[in-house]
């Protein structure tokens, strides 16, 4: 886990976006897929591992249909408590723009294996190896995907595909459009100021 780069790229006298987290949850791990409208408008995938979320910035958002691979690009590991965010960060200051929460839940790797450290451990290797196959269980995203590192794209380009399940759907997904947490979309949370993380009380809704 490295959470320097995140720090690095942001000043927390300006914005009110999380510094650090750690899990609670012993027995699973946790996605997040946030809905951000900075300079442009794309979705950020997190996945709880090693501490941290892994993050890939999505331009087209996730998509339920198995014909359809969505370039993500992998970003900066971001701290456990953003899986919460949602708000506005400052206008000039990095990612500055409006977040929701588009979707949470846990997930798995889709090879069975008990126990949180010892899934996590799998799904380490499979990051370094660059294909994660994982299963959703979220409000809006279920099933298998897999994450698959691209070869001969830029350093940090991957693919995010749905696999053929009961789940996949050439719907698209993204109509839904609304923050699990404040059912608030991306133009209500913008002009909101009564929903905003901060770093003593944790969200307020
Ligand atoms: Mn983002």
């Given at each position: 886990?490295?959470?320097q780069?995140?720090?690095?790229?942001?000043?927390?006298?300006?914005?009110?976006?999380?510094?650090?987290?750690?899990?609670?949850?012993?027995?699973?791990?946790?996605f997040?897929?946030?809905k951000?409208a900075?300079?442009?408008?794309?979705?950020?995938f997190?996945l709880?591992?090693?501490?941290?979320?892994k993050?890939?910035?999505i331009?087209?958002g996730p998509?339920?249909d198995?014909?359809?691979?969505h370039?993500?690009?992998?970003?900066?590991?971001?701290?456990?408590?953003?899986?919460?965010?949602?708000g506005?960060?400052?206008?000039?200051?990095?990612?500055?723009?409006?977040?929701?929460?588009?979707?949470?839940g846990?997930?798995?790797?889709?090879?069975?294996?008990?126990?949180?450290?010892a899934?996590?451990?799998?799904?380490?290797?499979q990051?370094?190896?660059?294909s994660?196959?994982?299963?959703?269980?979220?409000?809006?995203?279920?099933?298998?995907?897999?994450?698959?590192?691209?070869?001969?794209?830029?350093?940090?380009?991957?693919?995010?595909?749905?696999?053929?399940?009961?789940?996949?759907?050439?719907?698209?997904?993204?109509?839904?459009?609304?923050?699990?947490?404040?059912?608030?979309?991306?133009?209500?949370?913008?002009?909101?100021a009564?929903?905003?993380?901060?770093?003593?009380?944790?969200?307020?809704?």
């Open positions: 886990m490295n959470l780069p995140y720090i690095e790229k942001r000043d927390f006298t300006k914005t009110t976006e999380p510094v650090a987290g750690t899990s609670t949850n012993k027995n699973n791990l946790v997040v897929v946030q951000h900075a300079s442009h408008l794309h979705y950020d997190r709880e591992m090693d501490g941290v979320l993050s890939w910035a331009p087209k998509s339920t198995p014909k359809a691979k370039l993500a690009m992998m970003v900066e590991d971001h701290p456990f408590d953003y899986r919460n965010f949602e506005n960060i400052p206008h000039g200051e990095y990612g500055g723009g409006t977040v929701i929460v588009w979707d949470q846990t997930y798995e790797p889709i090879e069975p294996i008990e126990g949180k450290t899934r996590e451990k799998a799904l380490l290797k990051l370094s190896t660059g994660i196959k994982i299963k959703l269980h979220g409000q809006k995203l279920n099933g298998e995907f897999a994450l698959v590192k691209t070869h001969g794209m830029g350093e940090n380009d991957w693919l995010l595909i749905k696999h053929n399940d009961q789940f996949a759907s050439a719907n698209d997904i993204t109509l839904q459009d609304r923050s699990v947490i404040s059912h608030k979309n991306l133009e209500e949370m913008a002009i909101s009564d929903n905003v993380w901060n770093h003593d009380s944790k969200l307020h809704v």
